[in-house]
């Protein structure tokens, strides 16, 4: 018997990753144009944002900085819960920066609607959001994401950094999880 692979839990790639890697380029065209001059600092939310960030970062022509937030919010798995817990807090002080926060994706909003609120009471001079994907959930939540890569439908999706129960990470696409894996 062979080991399981990764596809067999897959029902249908919603994004390819030229199709994921051209979108970003086209973000980064965009932010290089918007903070022409200012002094930016990249904030990834871990560990899903990894490949965004990693793919996103290299396009961008001027300096930046960069640095990670690790957050966990509670609740079933497959569901955000709204109660948000830092795991891992910035390394440096973002006093007086222009913050673009790098999300791989939004869903309810409650995570980033608190990291937002999170990074203006330490006096950055701008926040702002980048998601790869947002589900229509969003509407729930006013969260102000001025880059958004794709809206896709509310299913669940996983790869290209998006996780179940932390695996599937390392797929190159997006690609909805098959129901039988979590049901
Ligand atoms: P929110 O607080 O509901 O917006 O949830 C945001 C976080 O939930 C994301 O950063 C992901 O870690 C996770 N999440 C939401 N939807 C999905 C999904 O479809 N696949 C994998 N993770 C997801
Ligand atoms: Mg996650």
């Known amino acids: 018997m062979r080991a399981a692979d ?13 199709q994921i890697h051209d979108k970003l380029a086209e973000l ?13 600092v ?24 960069m640095d990670w937030m690790a957050v966990s919010s509670y609740g079933a798995s497959t569901r955000s819960s709204g109660v948000v817990q830092i795991r891992k807090d910035l390394d ?14 939004i869903d309810s909003g409650l995570t980033l609607s608190w990291l937002l609120e999170n ?22 939540v006013e969260v102000d994401c001025r880059y958004v890569g794709f809206d896709i439908p509310n299913d669940f999706v996983i790869g290209y950094g998006l996780d179940y129960a932390e695996k599937y990470r390392n797929l190159r696409d997006v690609a909805v999880l098959a129901p039988h894996v979590y049901s």
Do not use: C, N, W
């Open 92 to 105: 440096t002080d973002i006093t007086g920066k222009d913050v673009l926060i790098v999300e791989d994706i």
């Open 28 to 40: 980064a065209a965009q932010v290089a144009a918007d903070y022409a001059g200012r002094d930016v």
């Open 6 to 18: 990764i596809s067999d839990d897959i029902s249908e790639v919603l994004l390819t990753e030229e």
């Open 42 to 65: 990249l904030v990834g939310v871990l560990k899903g944002a990894v490949m965004v960030m990693a793919d996103f970062a290299r396009h961008l022509p001027m300096h930046i900085t």
């Open 119 to 140: 990074f203006a009471s330490r006096g950055a001079a701008s926040v702002e959001v980048l998601a790869l994907l947002r589900k229509p959930d969003a509407m729930k």
